[in-house]
């Protein structure tokens, strides 16, 4: 009985490929894997970011109801966020005792993508920094009202400010009342 002992050598294979009209194979078929991805891009839709003005006289009778509209451009799900520079209606001067210059009011922010939406209401004064509304700014991956969908111009996007007549403890000061709400869009994977 005879043994032979052969070293293990790994096996390459080798290819040669000839050009046109040198002989057969003249040519191997070669696989490359290319991945790519997109990541989330989200913004407001050109022409349609929330802006605008409302000027209720009376407001402390008459209350006050209005609509910014606006129109996201996400690739995926995003979130909207709101910010107040006074969390509520707020006028300038001294405040006598009995007398208030700063009156609340809603926020309901209500948001359309291709396949969900999402809607939620806080009271101005939780929009400001330290405050518990879901969708206090500025929006982030994480901070603000998510929706769980893509939304491409879609209709029906909104930021509500309302409130009934004033009936607050205190009587309004007279004088011009106001509030800056600040919106901000983020992705969120």
Do not use: W
Not at 86 to 107: E, Q, R
Not at 134 to 157: E, H, K, V, Y
């Amino acid at each position: 009985m005879a043994l032979a002992c052969t070293p293990a050598i790994p096996a390459f294979a080798q290819t040669t490929a000839y050009a046109v009209g040198q002989g057969s194979p003249n040519q191997i078929a070669l696989s490359i894997p290319v991945t790519a991805s997109v990541g989330g891009r989200c913004g407001f839709a050109a022409g349609s970011a929330p802006s605008g003005t409302y000027d209720q006289p009376n407001f402390d009778v008459l209350g006050l109801n209005h609509d910014f509209t606006f129109e996201l451009e996400c690739t995926g799900p995003s979130r909207v966020a709101v910010v107040s520079t006074n969390g509520g209606l707020k006028t300038a001067g001294a405040v006598p005792a009995g007398y208030a210059t700063l009156a609340p009011y809603d926020v309901t922010l209500n948001l359309v993508g291709s396949s969900a939406t999402a809607n939620q209401t806080c009271q101005v004064a939780t929009l400001v920094a330290g405050s518990t509304c879901t969708f206090l700014g500025p929006a982030s991956t994480t901070q603000g009202l998510r929706l769980n969908a893509n939304s491409i111009d879609q209709n029906g996007t909104y930021l509500r400010v309302s409130a009934p007549p004033y009936a607050g403890a205190s009587q309004l000061v007279a004088g011009n009342y106001a509030d800056i709400l600040t919106v901000t869009v983020s992705t969120s994977p």
